[in-house]
Every structure is written in C-alpha cells, then in structure tokens.
C-alpha cells in the first residue's frame, strides 16, 4: 500500500507559476500509475493529468494542456505538477493519486480509478 504527501501548494497571482510535488512511500513507486487531480469548492473531482509508470507517456485534460507539465521520478518516488500561465479558474485542491499499473486503465479520466490518495494542497490563484 502506498503513502502519498502532497506539497507546494500556495496562493499566486494570475499568470504565475507553482510547482507541487507529491512524495510516495510503502510500495514500489515504479509500479503505480500517477495523476492529479482537483477539485473547486461546490464542484466535482477532476481530472488534470496523468502519467505512465515509465514516465514516457502523459495526458492532459483540455484545460491545462500547454501550461501544466507532470513528471516522475522513479529513484526519488516523486511526482510533479509544474503549472505555468495560472488562472484563477485553476483554484482548487490539487491532489495526487496512484493506481497500481496492473490491471488498471491507462489513461483513466475517472478518480474512481485510483486507489491511493494523498490529503491535498490548496492552489488559490489570484486575479
């Protein structure tokens, strides 16, 4: 079973950057599938990127392809989210999740696809 801690979460102003991070411990990192995820007050979950257990192969929801990039790393047990051209429609809790890559779907746009979460860190973007 995995832990999964989310950091780097902030308030920022439009047009500016952050960077999160999310820190996995208790299993075998390079066997999950890793996403993240947020979700706005009085709105659902969604899906903001996911990416391969390899780190060779992304996807991106519409609304944050070409300013949000994911990566990994593998000997860390890392994952990122670096999140360039912010809006304040960006402002949620952004979470981190895991799937264990065998068995699983890939891409999987859903939450309900992930087993492992981490607590969340607010993003507030600013106008």
């Known amino acids: 079973q995995v832990q999964l801690v989310e950091s780097g979460g902030g308030l920022v102003q439009a047009g500016g950057s952050l960077r999160l991070s999310c820190a996995a411990s208790?299993?075998?990192?390079?066997?999950?599938?890793m996403a993240w995820f947020r979700q706005a007050p009085g709105k659902e979950r969604e899906f903001v990127a996911t990416i391969s257990w390899s780190g060779q192969t992304t996807y991106y929801a519409d609304s944050v392809k070409g300013r949000f990039t994911i990566s990994r790393d593998n000997a860390e047990n890392t994952v990122s989210l670096q999140m360039n051209s912010l809006r304040p429609e960006d402002t949620a809790v952004y979470y981190c999740a895991a799937d264990w890559v065998y068995g699983s779907n890939f891409p999987d746009y859903s939450w309900l696809g992930y087993d492992y979460w981490g607590q969340g860190t607010q993003v507030t973007v600013s106008s």
């Open positions: 208790g299993g075998t990192f390079s066997t999950y599938i």
